[in-house]
């Protein structure tokens, strides 16, 4: 056990005095949608938006690592036929960690390249409405939760950061009678600031 000590000192030490960051993120892109019969509830179930708030440590000048919290936006689907009407909603959340390698071109500009891995829920809610009353299901689907991403930042001062890129996520939410939301991709832009 003694001789773990000096070992758990070199590894825990420069995570001490590395420099916090925190940070919020906003995305907007699609997912890829499968066991839906009607095209309208596919195309606007594809949709997907996310906001994410998340905070870390930078290790070294080029490596970070963070926790996150994100919530994706609701994505809603509705079709009308006579006296009927019939919607599916699908939300998620997931929670987890993250690591960026960051590469300095300029002083101010810098580019992103990482991922995450997370554990996700998610529920896909339908509501089947009707003159006799509103009949609703929910489907609930969890599991872990992970993305790529590459992208741009610019650094405007020692603390202030504006980042964008690209994420795609290898995900998978899959639901009863064979209906799933997979492998979603998104375009983002967030703000941190490094203390």
């Known amino acids: 056990m003694k001789k773990l000590a000096p070992l758990a000192l070199l590894i825990l030490a420069p995570a001490a005095y590395a420099s916090p960051y925190m940070g919020m993120e906003f995305g907007a892109g699609s997912a890829d949608v499968s066991g839906l019969d ?9 949709d997907r938006g996310t906001v994410k708030l998340y905070g870390g440590k930078y290790i070294t000048d ?24 019939l919607s599916l909603e699908n939300t998620d959340y997931q929670f987890g960690m993250g690591l960026d390698y960051v590469h ?11 991922g995450t891995l997370g554990y996700q829920r ?3 809610e339908i509501k089947d409405k009707d003159a006799q009353g509103t009949d609703t299901y929910n489907l609930r689907d969890s599991g872990l939760a992970s993305d790529v991403n590459l992208g741009l930042g610019y650094r405007f ?13 290898l995900t998978k939410q899959k639901y ?15 703000v941190n600031y490094k203390f």
């Open 62 to 85: 080029s490596v970070r690592t963070y926790g996150y919290w994100q919530s994706g936006a609701s994505s809603k689907s509705t079709i009308k036929a006579a006296d009927e009407e």
């Open 122 to 124: 998610s529920k896909l």
């Open 157 to 169: 001062d020692s603390g202030i950061a504006l980042e964008g890129g690209h994420k795609y996520g």
């Open 176 to 190: 009863a009678e064979g209906i799933s939301f997979k492998n979603p991709s998104v375009f983002y832009l967030d």
């Open 38 to 46: 009607s095209s309208e509830f596919k195309s606007d179930l594809e």
């Open 104 to 114: 300095e071109f300029t002083d101010n500009l810098y580019g992103i390249a990482g």
